[in-house]
């Protein structure tokens, strides 16, 4: 990724919902885009249980909140970054009031050494049925230190 402002799509990730890359660099910046907890080559989300017409029956956001940072980190790690390297996260929940508590444990655990900046904001809805989905900036090159969670 050499380029100014080169497009960047992952082959593990899940694939875009639309005509857009995971991520896109821009001099020493990796821009993710929203990054949710689908997994590659399936329409499969980890803990989402649908009725027949598509709607949520129930979810586990726990489940959705370990793909989600699997998911980035496979984007990451393929443009050349790391999670170490990751300085801003915004979170979209779909229900701040029954999944934040959880969340935010889980997202310390993944976060406990590389503590970026970090807004959460509850919206109505997300393009698939998803809980959660991230939006991510990382800067590019060798992590100072790369922490598993």
């Not at 910046?29 to 980890?46: A, D, M, W, Y």
């Not at 803990?47 to 940072?69: R, S």
């Amino acid at each position: 990724m050499a380029n100014k402002k080169e497009p960047f799509t992952s082959s593990k990730a899940p694939e875009p919902v639309g005509l857009y890359p995971h991520a896109r660099r821009v001099g020493n910046l990796l821009f993710l885009s929203g990054v949710g907890p689908r997994e590659r080559g399936t329409k499969q989300i980890p803990g989402m249980e649908l009725d027949e017409a598509g709607n949520i029956v129930a979810y586990d956001i726990a489940a959705q909140c370990h793909a989600v940072f699997r998911n980035v980190r496979y984007i990451l790690e393929e443009a050349g970054s790391g999670w170490a390297n990751l300085v801003d996260v915004t979170v979209f929940l779909t229900n701040m009031q029954a999944d934040f508590t959880i969340y935010n444990q889980i997202y310390a655990e993944y976060f406990k050494d590389n503590q970026p900046c970090r807004t959460t904001v509850e919206v109505n809805r997300l393009p698939t049925p998803i809980a959660i989905e991230l939006k991510c900036i990382a800067t590019i090159g060798a992590p100072e230190k790369e922490e598993a969670a």
